[in-house]
């Protein structure tokens, strides 16, 4: 008898434990997010109880601003007092501010807006913002819609097709396929262009009509005027930092073959280990302990977030500015180059009036690119990942094997392209358009897709099968033997 | 001492509370399937250790019926009284209905059958039987092996290739080749062509001999001449639903890059959340709460299963017949249509006598394919899945991007195909088979392999940078210019 | 307040049981190895963390020798005794037997070596290392390097583009490409080409110089002449046999497309169920039981390891020389053909001369090749595997069908070959080299990429959607049928 009795006032004691960790004093949700959830946890229950696994629905800001030293997650010290002892709920993001949401409508007694954006994450993340805003990622949608070249690159590629019989050609693509195409990564420009009143469960209710929306590209043009999409990588309602810190998120818009990223990680040692251990990691750890939390880097440790060793001495410290650990700027353009100083790249000219960063015989242009002097800094940072694992002889040769591959790469772009204007100069390609003709897609294919290939495998593999077979370097020396094979089918049939 | 001893009470009471959870009162599993385990147990170690993983060697169907509500697993209710109190083993299955089953041979003094079929497993999962029955997928075979358009495009990509120096050609391929290439997935015929005795560690013993065996696919036909295999999903012998619930079920069939659903999928924001999660969800239970269970949809959530906001209101029933939600065919044939009436598609005709759902045009036939009002309802169906976590602007504008997709990827294949048309009309290719001449197969590609991923990215991913570069819109340009080049050439050399 | 006694007593029972089973007698670390951690810790908190969670680090050989039976990890008898006592940490394998060691250099008054080689293993690894040396992947570099035919394939695939206007051209391609290319999972050969003094945070320190470091190459070529890196599978420094069971391992090589095991696994049944339950399964056991630890074959459990059913009955032995259990190679020259019989393959020659395994035809050669008794053995010891889960009509049938593919795509390759000796013949590409031009480049397509992606999904997934569509059936019967539309265009201009 007394033994039941001592395992029941065990097991009470457990309890109460249980309690006094997890079980009270939950943070209070404000009276508007309590109005929201009242509705909405029926509505859409799905976005509700990703909220409340989110650390948003457990802390306060007040809470999060008195951790100290490197576990701080918050980065803002001017929170106003309303909101700094309540939980971030559905209200606190989505009624901040509406007189600089045009999206804001009356709503319930509210005037909410339908898209948060990363000025209304500024009042609790403004260092993060900030960077972000210097991060060429947000300038994604701008750097490709200006840019004459690329607009003539994107109607070739997802352009609606024109039915001629003697000729194929490309219209430029309408809204609805940009937005999900190239914009669904650079973003869309989100307009307010009216409202509308649709039947609810809860009677007729007015909404904004929003162009472009739905959208969380990284350069996504906001109705409050900021660029970017904090959910693109922190998806919504969760906005987890572990969630981010996974491959996956890359993926979504790393995954090729254009920017393969994901594909030769997968394939890569350092993804071997990823897959085989990420359920013993530790995700949400900050700061993010090398060894200890996790024992392979993922795309965040060596891009993007705050890294420390065990004694908690800081390896690499967090920035959402992803170049300042980029030297070189390996895909999206014709030739590899240093990366742009600045993230908007619509400035960017050549001698040729084009706005690239490089010529078209592959030489780097002289303003706007990173000097030697800021791509040994950015390396720098970048190395100092590596060598928590690796020894200087290793990491060494890893870049300067890299190096190679960013030259020879760029020769052999060079020889398609040397090709391609031999075929331009004969007349049998037209160079009004640069991208338009086959044998001048069989050319972009090279650069775009073969030539990234091969850089990527070797500077986040060191190289491997994927930047041999996978479209990499036994497809690049195909092409380009299938480019001189047309010129001289065509040259004859010419004469 | 006395702490040693309650200890040692404590110890003994939640090994008594585990026994009185899960160590009592097992359901018997019968004296037939106990003479199967007694040499399976050592000569299938694999099999025998997988079912016993299962919920068919935990309940027996009677415990199943007592459940009630949503929560029910299973449809039929006039089980048989001799299995309706003992575990669902080996002879359950493989001893059931011996006279229908045209591979039931004597074993061990049993009547067993090797295939289990949807007939057998319709015994308590009735009303799931009978959807799958309604399902295209059942027909997946017929459809493919009884239309000759399909006939002739499968003999031009796995038949044998015959050598003859001044043409090759493709002669209709083996029994061996077709179980493995297309019908694999679509499902041989089972036929049992005769006997055989074989050596065994029990000595010599007779078995079946099954021709087309062993096959797997959605649409096989069986010996009792019921379609399908239920195993395709809910692999032997474990029978999980949570396995099913997987992406990584459908990915057997639906990879690509020709039906890139899975592929597309993991690069989607869905897909992200659902590699970051996995391991936090509950793929067990029944219903599927949504938040709660998991937060981003699978294949099953969109396409099939049985989901329930947290208060237990259902958002979508439970169906076997994927139709039931599916408003277009996006996949397979030259052009997206409105999705087929009935499952038995081989009675499609359009006006040139084609078995196609299309004219070459892209026009749908007039019969045989659903009609805007029913397309409505499915849409809707489908529609509530995703209202579970977005709103239904979110949820429209989609929709109206996918429909903007299907419109115009028609339109580029129809641009290919009035290419191919010319081509064929000037008799540089010869229209006895539609696909056996290597421009045909550039054209083919476009609309089986590149206007396909373009839709499938639109439709379950929104878009992305895998409908635009991983085999989408940039092939599919740089295709259809290719086909043009290519007319050129042959024109100037015919001249 | 007795309860709260009984409580703390009963925790400090835990607390003493844990201490007993997991805190007390860890076994010494050697004072050689705790010297390198005093600064190792800090220099590479990611080795070391990384080496805290393996085996080694918490066993000593005695340890692990005292072990009876199948579940003995070491298979060496003659461990010295300085060794036997301390577990496996740094000094332990980077100061072994300094002379034999070209890399071994004079630090912090140790003579250490970076390379750790097979020949190191071998002191508690003996029985693995050996059955390594006659696996044909510790040739891997020679058989690739030392082959002529090989040495100009790779010329024409990685070498360096020859910038002329008339004619591009391939010159061998400089060691960072090579290293990085095929040799990153061939392997490099590691040269001490001298040292060189670095500024560390210790001080200046002397390193030697090794050409060809980093590398993990299968068959690398080291400084003490051992051939291969058991850290190609087992990842420094944890050596975790957990992590080589996985197919993430064998995926950093066997990716594709030309040799796509991983990705056609990946879409296969038993990948499938891996992905599904691989959380539930223990990777760490020895001997590996069939059903309890895992319930669907990974790479290593039909290429390798040592498994056994519930009863400890062994279902196939270990064996670190993959061969011994494959009939055929499927793989990487232009015909299936039985496997070498010795693992160095340049010794190989077929009636032309050239160091290959076929005649051009396709007809095996004579000497060198396993005999049909041999295939015979290998085949019952891979298909007893097969059996622990699957009758044995279902294994038969399943290799009638890979046998039947074998002949197939055989008879597929051959056609594309002879229409390219047609073109040789004809002078319209040049002999001097296999490879080098565009038509060529056409058809080892055929061969390297898709007549492999049909066997692979052949032998390891009895067929499916990735052996037609994913560079498979599909592509093949494309690109012979290109190769005759080429032949043709190109006779009629040579006229």
């Not at 799905?46 to 306060?60: K, P």
């Not at 350069?219 to 810190?245: L, M, Q, W, Y």
Request: charge should be positive; glycine fraction near 6%; proline fraction near 5%.
């Amino acid at each position: 008898m007394r033994t039941f009795w001592t395992t029941f006032l065990f097991l009470f004691f457990l309890l109460s434990l249980y309690q006094s960790c997890f079980g009270s004093d939950a943070p209070p949700i404000s009276d508007k997010t309590k109005t929201c959830l009242s509705c909405h946890n029926t509505i859409h229950p799905g976005i509700v109880e990703d909220w409340q696994t989110s650390r948003h629905s457990h802390n306060t800001p007040k809470q999060s601003q008195q951790v100290q030293g490197l576990a701080k997650r918050i980065s803002s010290s001017d929170i106003p007092k309303n909101l700094q002892k309540v939980t971030v709920g559905c209200a606190e993001c989505h009624t901040l501010s509406p007189k600089t949401h045009k999206d804001s409508f009356s709503h319930a007694g509210f005037q909410v807006h339908t898209v948060v954006t990363p000025k209304d994450c500024a009042l609790c993340h403004r260092q993060e913002t900030e960077q972000y805003a210097r991060n060429i990622m947000s300038f994604a949608r701008k750097n490709l819609n200006q840019n004459p070249v690329y607009q003539d690159l994107q109607r070739t590629i997802h352009g609606t097709i024109i039915e001629d019989k003697t000729k194929i050609g490309f219209q430029p693509a309408n809204n609805f396929t940009r937005a999900e195409s190239c914009y669904y990564c650079h973003g869309t420009q989100l307009l307010v262009t009216g409202n509308k009143t649709r039947k609810t469960s809860m009677g007729p209710m007015q909404f904004p009509i929003i162009k472009g929306w739905p959208n969380q590209g990284s350069g996504r043009v906001n109705p409050d005027k900021s660029k970017g999409s904090c959910t693109a990588c922190h998806t919504r309602h969760a906005f987890s930092i572990a969630e981010a810190r996974k491959p996956y998120t890359c993926k979504e818009c790393h995954i090729g073959p254009d920017v393969p990223a994901y594909k030769v990680y997968s394939a890569s040692k350092h993804g071997n280990i990823f897959f085989a251990k990420v359920n013993s990691w530790n995700f949400s750890k900050v700061p993010w302990t090398v060894g200890q939390d996790f024992t392979a880097p993922t795309c965040a440790v060596c891009h993007m977030s705050l890294t420390v060793d065990k004694n908690g001495q800081v390896i690499a410290k967090r920035s959402h500015n992803m170049g300042t650990r980029l030297s070189w700027r390996i895909f999206g353009l014709i030739y590899a180059h240093p990366h742009p100083s600045e993230p908007d790249t619509t400035k960017l000219k050549n001698s040729a009036g084009l706005n690239l960063p490089t010529e078209l015989n592959g030489q780097p242009i002289e303003n706007g690119l990173i000097d030697p002097t800021q791509q040994k800094t950015r390396k720098n940072r970048m190395q100092a990942v590596c060598k928590a694992c690796h020894g200087s002889s290793w990491v060494n040769n890893h870049w300067q094997r890299l190096q190679n591959t960013i030259t020879q790469s760029n020769k052999a772009v060079k020889a398609a392209t040397e090709s391609m204007s031999a075929i331009w100069e004969k007349g049998l390609a037209q160079k009004k358009s640069l991208f338009d003709e086959a044998i001048e897609k069989k050319w972009s294919n090279i650069w775009l897709i073969n030539a990234n290939k091969i850089r990527f495998a070797s500077a986040m593999a060191g190289g491997g099968d994927y930047g041999v077979f996978a479209q990499g370097r036994f497809a690049l020396s195909k092409k380009i033997k299938e480019m001189e094979d047309w010129f001289l089918i065509h040259r004859k049939l010419s004469q």
